[in-house]
C-alpha cells in the first residue's frame, strides 16, 4: 500500500524519478489530494532547488601543476621500490648473505686471532729440549746398537 | 580508463580533463572549502592513477570515480582539523573577506540566489551527518541512481533512499530556520 502520509520517502523517491509508473501514479494521486504531503513535496523540492543553485568554482592555476607534481613524487617512490625489490629477489639474497657473513667472520677473525693454549701445552712448549733429551733416552738401546754397526762398517 | 591502464598516458589526461571540473566542485560542496576541495580532488586523481594496474570494469567509471572521491571527503571530514577549519570557514563566509575571495573563483552568472543564501545552504550541507551527505550529493551532483549511490557507500537502495529524503528534509529544516529569522 504506497501512503506517503506513512512513509514520506515516496515523495523523495518521486522527485528521483525512481518509482514505477504505478507507483508514481499513485503517488500524484495521493499527493493531489493530500495538502500535507504536497507542502512537504514543495519544501524538498525547494531544498533541491537551493542544493543545484549553488555556483560551481573553477580550479585554481595552481591546480593541474600541483597535481602533476604529486604524480612525480609518486613515480619517483615507486622507483626506489622497485630497486630494493630488485636487490631482494633471486640469487642477489644469497649473495648478499655470503658476503655479509665473510665479512663478519673476517671481523671476528681479526679481534679474535686465535684460541689461548692450555696449560699442558705451554709446558711443552717451554721445554722442548729437555723432551727432546727424553727422546734420545728412551731410544738408548738402539742408539748403543747403532754405534756397533758404525764401528762394523768402519772395520769392513 | 583501460587504455591507460594498457600504458596510454594520454588516456589518463583525458579522463583528468573531463571530470576534473565535477569532481573539485563535488569535493567543494562535501567539505564547504575551496582549498580543501582542490586538495580532495588531486588526492583523488592521484589514488586513480595509482590503482590502474588494479583496475577492472565492474560498473561505470564515473561510480568508481565519485565512489574514490566520497572516500577520500569522508576522510578528510573525520579528522579533528576539519572541525577547525569548518568553524573558520564559518567565520570567514560571516565577513567581506569570504566574498572577496570567492568573486574571482567564481562565475558571476552563477551566483542567481544571494550571497548570504548560498552561504546558509553550504553551511547546511557541511552539518548534514556524513552518509545522508554522501547520498544527497551523489545524488544532485553525480545524478547517479540509488542502486550505484549504495555500491559507492556500501548499504542497501532502500537505506539510499532514506538518506537522501532525510538529508533534504534536514536541509530545508535549516534553511526554514534562517528564512524565519530574516522574516
Same mark, same amino acid.
Given at each position: 500500500m504506497i501512503d506517503p502520509c506513512k512513509d514520506e520517502t515516496f515523495l523523495t523517491a518521486l522527485m528521483d524519478d525512481v518509482l514505477s509508473d504505478a507507483e508514481a501514479s499513485a503517488v500524484h494521486r495521493h499527493v493531489a489530494h493530500c495538502p500535507q504531503c504536497r507542502q512537504k513535496l514543495a519544501q524538498l523540492k525547494e531544498a533541491d532547488a537551493m542544493l543545484r543553485g549553488l555556483p560551481s568554482m573553477e580550479a585554481s592555476a595552481d591546480?593541474?601543476?600541483?597535481?602533476?607534481?604529486?604524480?612525480?613524487?609518486?613515480?619517483?617512490?615507486?622507483?626506489?621500490?622497485?630497486?630494493?625489490?630488485?636487490? @631482494?629477489?633471486?640469487?642477489?639474497?644469497? *649473495? $648478499?648473505?655470503?658476503?655479509?657473513?665473510? @665479512?663478519?667472520?673476517?671481523?671476528?677473525? *681479526? $679481534?679474535?686471532?686465535?684460541k689461548s693454549l692450555s696449560p699442558e701445552e705451554l709446558f711443552i712448549a717451554e721445554h722442548v729440549e729437555l723432551l727432546n733429551d727424553y727422546d734420545v733416552i728412551n731410544h738408548l738401546d738402539l742408539l748403543e746398537q747403532w754405534e756397533v754397526l758404525q764401528i762394523m762398517e768402519d772395520q769392513s | 580508463m583501460l587504455s591507460f591502464k594498457a600504458g596510454d598516458q594520454g588516456a589518463f589526461r583525458s579522463?583528468?580533463?573531463?571530470?576534473?571540473?565535477?569532481i573539485i566542485n563535488y569535493c567543494y560542496r562535501f567539505c564547504g572549502h575551496p582549498e580543501v576541495a582542490e586538495e580532495l580532488a588531486q588526492e583523488t586523481f592521484l589514488k586513480v592513477y595509482k590503482a590502474a594496474p588494479r583496475y577492472r570494469p565492474k560498473a561505470r567509471f564515473s561510480t568508481w570515480l565519485f565512489k574514490i572521491a566520497t572516500n577520500v571527503c569522508l576522510n578528510e571530514i573525520r579528522k579533528p582539523i576539519y572541525r577547525n577549519r569548518l568553524q573558520s570557514m564559518e567565520d570567514e563566509q560571516d565577513g567581506v573577506h569570504f566574498a572577496t575571495a570567492e568573486t574571482n573563483r567564481f562565475r558571476p552568472d552563477d551566483m542567481v540566489a544571494s550571497r548570504q543564501e548560498q552561504q546558509m545552504v553550504r553551511r547546511a550541507i557541511c552539518?548534514?551527518?556524513?552518509?545522508?551527505?554522501?547520498?544527497?550529493?551523489?545524488r544532485i551532483d553525480g545524478e547517479f541512481s540509488y542502486r550505484e549511490i549504495g555500491k559507492q557507500i556500501n548499504c542497501s537502495e532502500n537505506h539510499v533512499k532514506t538518506l537522501i529524503h532525510r538529508g533534504r528534509q534536514r536541509l530545508r529544516e535549516t534553511l526554514a530556520a534562517h528564512w524565519e529569522r530574516k522574516k
Open positions: 591546480f593541474e601543476p600541483a597535481f602533476w607534481r604529486k604524480v612525480a613524487a609518486e613515480q619517483e617512490k615507486r622507483e626506489r621500490r622497485s630497486w630494493a625489490r630488485y636487490l @631482494l629477489s633471486g640469487w642477489r639474497p644469497v *649473495l $648478499t648473505g655470503g658476503l655479509a657473513a665473510g @665479512l663478519v667472520a673476517g671481523i671476528l677473525l *681479526l $679481534t679474535h686471532p686465535g | 579522463l583528468f580533463d573531463n571530470y576534473k571540473k565535477r552539518r548534514l551527518p556524513r552518509k545522508q551527505r554522501a547520498a544527497l550529493l551523489l
